[in-house]
């Protein structure tokens, strides 16, 4: 063990099982460890460097903004918070936008949000939130009772109440609990991340915003790591043909510092009032600066990118030796091995490939504009081991 491992294992508490790999620094999708050692990037970490490490037009305007105020709190205005809130609204036709820090964060708000038009629409009795089972929807008390999956409440009850979960894909199953539980809210993700990397279907989602839409319930959609371009769209809600009344966004948008918004539509835009929320760190100048040049370059040409290299990796693994199934959506992409997928990632390490787990599965998040020549090598390296890794 290096004495930097020593030290994390004594200092920091134990929630990582880390791999041991000592990351020092990088550039675009190419990671360089304590040794020398050169990774070829496929996690981005977690879905958040969506542009790569060290991004020079990123790293330009967060220098610069750090050089004229790095935090002024929301006591006051500052332009890259309006600006980015501006943006954002323009490319998704929301109205608001609230900023917090984390994925967690953003869905908390939206379902405060959620809950507090439907008491006021329909009286205070009205607070259940419908999700669905195998989401994912962050790690304080109030999203793992929002997430639907068993194992992460095990350990930390009792559990915020208000929350039932209902199966993904089942409409008919997810109309009769919202109406009897007299829902303030629908929530899911379009794409399940932690839950496997599972794509919702097309006729469920677009069935369940039209009943919301009809029963006046707020649908809320988690963009936390399918947004900022992760699917082939800005937001993967917009491959679904739909438009939600609550988005929350984090990850990607920050470019690798800390920051989440939730977006609110026409019907939920004027809910929160002065005093009803509040961020101390949420809309940071510096933040909202990265974010500006991350959000402004998610275009037309880079979307079309990430659908072409998309294709390119479904293809590769689709019917390959020692692979069950492929799922996800663009970036977003979960590879069913054979064998243990924990096993054959860990064999990827060394042989210069990072890339994650969901489950089962073998998980791909790599920044947006990865050369094709390095997604085909680590392809190709996880292919093989896939072959080669079969119990």
Same mark, same amino acid.
């Given at each position: 063990?290096?004495?930097?491992?020593?030290?994390?294992?004594?200092?920091?508490?134990?929630?990582?099982? *880390?791999?041991?790999?000592?990351?020092?620094?990088?550039?675009?999708?190419?990671?360089?460890?304590?040794?020398? +050692?050169?990774?070829?990037?496929?996690?981005?970490?977690?879905?958040?460097?969506?542009?790569?490490?060290?991004?020079?037009?990123? +790293?330009?305007?967060?220098?610069?903004?750090?050089?004229?105020?790095?935090?002024?709190?929301?006591? &006051?205005?500052?332009?890259? $918070?309006?600006?980015?809130?501006?943006?954002?609204?323009?490319?998704?036709?929301? +109205?608001?936008?609230? %900023?917090?820090?984390?994925?967690?964060?953003?869905?908390? $708000?939206?379902?405060?949000?959620? *809950?507090?038009?439907?008491?006021?629409?329909?009286?205070?009795? #009205?607070?259940?939130?419908?999700?669905?089972?195998?989401? %994912?929807?962050? /790690?304080?008390?109030?999203?793992?009772?929002?997430?639907?999956?068993?194992?992460?409440?095990?350990? %930390?009850?009792?559990?915020?109440?208000?929350?039932?979960?209902?199966?993904?894909?089942?409409?008919?199953?997810?109309?009769?609990?919202?109406?009897?539980?007299?829902?303030?809210?629908?929530?899911?993700? $379009?794409?399940?991340?932690? @839950?496997?990397?599972?794509?919702?279907?097309?006729?469920?989602? /677009?069935?369940?915003?039209?009943?919301?839409?009809?029963?006046?319930?707020?649908?809320?959609?988690?963009?936390?790591?399918?947004?900022?371009?992760?699917?082939? =769209?800005? &937001?993967?809600?917009?491959?679904?043909?739909?438009?939600?009344?609550?988005?929350?966004?984090?990850?990607?948008?920050?470019?690798?510092?800390?920051?989440?918004? #939730?977006?609110?539509?026409?019907?939920?835009?004027?809910?929160?009032?002065?005093?009803?929320?509040?961020?101390? %760190?949420? !809309?940071?100048?510096? =933040?909202?600066?990265?974010?500006?040049?991350?959000?402004? *370059?998610?275009?037309?040409?880079?979307?079309?990118?990430? /659908?072409?290299?998309?294709?390119?990796?479904?293809?590769?693994?689709?019917?390959?030796? @020692?692979?069950?199934?492929?799922?996800?959506?663009?970036?977003?992409?979960?590879?069913?091995?054979? !064998?243990?997928?924990?096993?054959?990632? +860990?064999?990827?390490?060394?042989? @210069?490939?990072?890339?994650?787990?969901?489950?089962? *599965?073998? /998980?791909?998040?790599?920044?947006?504009?990865?050369?094709?020549?390095?997604?085909?090598? =680590?392809?190709?390296?996880?292919?093989?081991? #896939?072959?080669?890794?079969?119990?």
């Amino acid at each position: 063990m290096s004495e930097l491992q020593s030290l994390d294992k004594t200092y920091v508490a134990n929630t990582y099982a *880390r791999f041991p790999v000592e990351l020092v620094s990088g550039k675009g999708s190419v990671l360089t460890d304590s040794n020398g +050692k050169n990774y070829i990037d496929l996690g981005s970490g977690i879905a958040v460097n969506v542009f790569g490490a060290a991004d020079d037009i990123w +790293k330009s305007a967060v220098v610069e903004q750090l050089g004229k105020l790095q935090h002024a709190s929301n006591l &006051y205005y500052t332009e890259p $918070c309006a600006e980015l809130a501006k943006m954002l609204c323009e490319k998704t036709g929301m +109205k608001k936008v609230f %900023f917090g820090n984390s994925g967690a964060e953003a869905n908390e $708000c939206c379902v405060k949000v959620a *809950r507090k038009y439907s008491a006021e629409k329909k009286g205070p009795a #009205c607070h259940t939130i419908v999700t669905l089972e195998n989401s %994912f929807h962050g /790690r304080t008390l109030t999203m793992l009772a929002a997430t639907g999956q068993e194992h992460y409440h095990e350990l %930390f009850q009792p559990l915020t109440p208000g929350f039932v979960h209902t199966p993904a894909n089942d409409f008919e199953a997810l109309k009769k609990l919202a109406l009897g539980v007299n829902a303030a809210g629908i929530m899911m993700e $379009c794409v399940q991340g932690e @839950g496997g990397v599972i794509a919702l279907d097309q006729d469920f989602v /677009r069935k369940t915003a039209d009943f919301a839409k009809e029963n006046d319930i707020p649908l809320i959609i988690d963009e936390v790591q399918t947004g900022n371009g992760r699917t082939g =769209a800005l &937001y993967a809600y917009m491959n679904y043909g739909i438009q939600p009344d609550v988005v929350s966004t984090a990850k990607g948008i920050g470019g690798g510092l800390p920051l989440a918004a #939730c977006l609110m539509g026409e019907k939920v835009q004027y809910v929160l009032g002065a005093g009803d929320h509040g961020s101390t %760190f949420g !809309g940071n100048p510096v =933040a909202c600066a990265g974010a500006l040049t991350i959000l402004s *370059r998610i275009d037309d040409e880079l979307l079309a990118e990430v /659908r072409a290299k998309s294709e390119y990796v479904f293809k590769a693994f689709e019917n390959a030796d @020692g692979v069950e199934s492929v799922s996800g959506m663009g970036l977003m992409i979960g590879i069913k091995p054979v !064998g243990p997928a924990g096993k054959i990632v +860990k064999a990827a390490i060394d042989k @210069g490939v990072l890339a994650l787990t969901a489950k089962d *599965r073998i /998980r791909l998040l790599p920044a947006l504009n990865i050369p094709m020549d390095q997604l085909e090598k =680590a392809v190709t390296i996880l292919k093989n081991l #896939c072959a080669e890794i079969k119990d």
